[in-house]
DNA sequence: CACGTTCATATTGCGTGCAATAGGATTGCG
DNA sequence: CGCAATCCTATTGCACGCAATATGAACGTG
């Protein structure tokens, strides 16, 4: 009675990624916990955190994470009500709206430098297969966001 | 200036998951959107279309799918509302809800049985990658959920 | 058979994601 | 310069995810 062979979850990489996503964002649940931020937020501040002295305006921020302002606006909203960025408009160009770290926002970043080793450690593999999990990763969004 | 190397955004596995994951749900809709059914509604079915006579309780699609009641109980409810599913209660155990496909729910198996070759052919690999790249996720996930 | 414990699902609250739309700023073309 | 097209962000609406809690059913021990 198998019949649709195509449809078996376990079969599926579209389900083997939905499920290690999911899986990844709890796995840093605890480790974010003590800050307060969701696992959104902290790519977020990884994003800012690259060039610290940088505002990044809310279209930059939107192309490096692959998210829209619909997410974005709301998301930045917490983090500056937590102190960890502030808003404002771009006096060049009154549309934008730069981010920028507060200082407590570049603190976080060595509180939390534990983290991704931390992480390493959760995930069963070799340094090296990671790397190579990621790199095709990151060739299967290009593939996927190209055939829009 | 780089300082932090491990928090650099592109060296990161999670990123790089989160990202996939978002790209290939975004892939799905524009071939489910006749259907009126969502990615994690599509992945619901694929659970029960396996053995399409057989209800399952709320419990057993969460273990499958690595959901919670939280997520299932309106999602599945939204399914009920479309006709694709029924929910009743298990009269041999009344804390458990069944949920069974209706003839609607059997039949979009056929209507969408062209879906997962779309989705292959968008995904800029060979299928003997893609299959390697799905075991390697699920190997991932089980690790991840083990250090819970 | 009472009754505390465990189990299965539902509900609540909050934070995403994202499509669609709105609204104000800038640009470019005539 | 005027103004339509474009750009940038915000807002709205809906559907997840998931932790925490509630509710009611079933179970187990005395």
Redesign the pocket.
């Given at each position: 009675m198998a019949g649709y062979p195509q449809f078996e979850l376990d079969h599926q990489l579209c389900f083997a990624l939905y499920t290690a996503s999911?899986a990844m964002?709890?796995a840093y649940?605890p480790l974010l916990a003590d800050t307060g931020l969701?696992y959104?937020?902290y790519v977020t501040l990884l994003a800012l955190w690259r060039d610290p002295g940088q505002p990044r305006?809310?279209?930059e921020l939107?192309e490096r994470l692959?998210?829209?302002?619909?997410?974005?606006?709301?998301?930045?909203k917490?983090l500056a009500a937590m102190g960890y960025v502030t808003?404002s408009r771009d006096a060049a160009?009154?549309?934008?709206?730069l981010v920028t770290l507060t200082t407590d926002g570049l603190a976080l970043r060595d509180r939390l430098a534990a983290v991704p080793m931390a992480i390493a450690s959760c995930l069963g593999m070799a340094p090296s297969e990671g790397m190579a999990l990621r790199d095709q990763l990151t060739t299967l969004t290009a593939s996927l966001e190209a055939t829009r």
């Amino acid at each position: 009675m198998a019949g649709y062979p195509q449809f078996e979850l376990d079969h599926q990489l579209c389900f083997a990624l939905y499920t290690a996503s999911r899986a990844m964002t709890r796995a840093y649940g605890p480790l974010l916990a003590d800050t307060g931020l969701t696992y959104p937020q902290y790519v977020t501040l990884l994003a800012l955190w690259r060039d610290p002295g940088q505002p990044r305006s809310v279209g930059e921020l939107g192309e490096r994470l692959h998210l829209d302002s619909g997410t974005l606006t709301p998301l930045l909203k917490r983090l500056a009500a937590m102190g960890y960025v502030t808003r404002s408009r771009d006096a060049a160009d009154e549309r934008r709206v730069l981010v920028t770290l507060t200082t407590d926002g570049l603190a976080l970043r060595d509180r939390l430098a534990a983290v991704p080793m931390a992480i390493a450690s959760c995930l069963g593999m070799a340094p090296s297969e990671g790397m190579a999990l990621r790199d095709q990763l990151t060739t299967l969004t290009a593939s996927l966001e190209a055939t829009r």
